[in-house]
């Protein structure tokens, strides 16, 4: 959910990383190639992951994505909340964290994102840096994205420079689904990590943005 007042914000943030990307690949037929063998490494490796366990040992306990709402939340209160009031809450209470940025998703929204994100799980997304930019691998696993940067992607480095989790607690009494991204390396800033979460929200969200990830 996304106040009117800052919609138009955002549109302009994620038109601005899709423009960025395009000047970064040129054009899409030429992107195309590049990216289609990559990705399918990426596929690759996320099932060796998988099979390995690294993944889980990695996540649990320190790497956000572990754990329950319960962990960060007093979830009984927040159930006692009409749902706007639970969304102020949940913003308010990380608006001023350096290394967290928090989000607020409709069921609706979420069921869209949860779809193109199974069928499409990883993508890479360029993140403007002086007169060039820098690439970050994000990868989705059930309800959590973990996000770093190519050159560790591709060492295969334990380090993940930003976590983000989508907790489904509320979902059923209140529609809601409360994101929570946490900055784990001094890679990103947290104005990027909230880029890169709004631009990762809207391309499995918008038709049009959708089709670079495909």
């Known amino acids: 959910l996304i106040p009117n007042s800052s919609l138009a914000a955002v549109k302009k943030e994620v038109e601005a990383m899709a423009f960025a990307f ?6 899409r037929q030429l992107m195309k190639p590049l990216c289609r063998p990559f990705q399918v490494a990426l596929c690759a490796q996320q099932r060796g992951f998988v099979m390995k366990g690294n ?3 990695t996540l649990a306990p320190d790497v956000p994505g572990a754990g329950r709402l319960s962990d960060i939340a007093k979830v009984d209160l927040l159930m006692g909340e009409l749902p706007a009031k639970v969304r102020e809450i949940w913003l308010e209470r990380y608006s001023d964290n350096p290394v967290v940025v928090a989000g607020v998703l409709g069921d609706t929204d979420y069921r869209t994102l949860k779809e193109n994100a199974s069928a499409c799980p990883m993508f890479i997304a360029p993140v403007p840096r002086g007169d060039g930019y820098m690439n970050v691998v994000w990868q989705a696993q059930e309800n959590r994205f973990l996000l770093k940067n190519l050159e560790g992607f591709q060492q295969n480095s334990p380090v993940v420079d930003l976590g ?3 907790y489904t607690e509320l979902m059923a009494t209140h529609q809601l689904i409360l994101l929570h991204a946490e900055l784990k390396s001094n890679l990103l800033t947290k104005d990027e990590a909230a880029r890169l979460v709004r631009y990762m929200r809207e391309a499995y969200s918008d038709p049009e943005l959708f089709k670079w990830v495909q």
């Open 22 to 27: 395009r000047a970064l690949s040129r054009q």
């Open 164 to 166: 983000v989790s989508m």
């Open 55 to 57: 993944v889980a040992d």
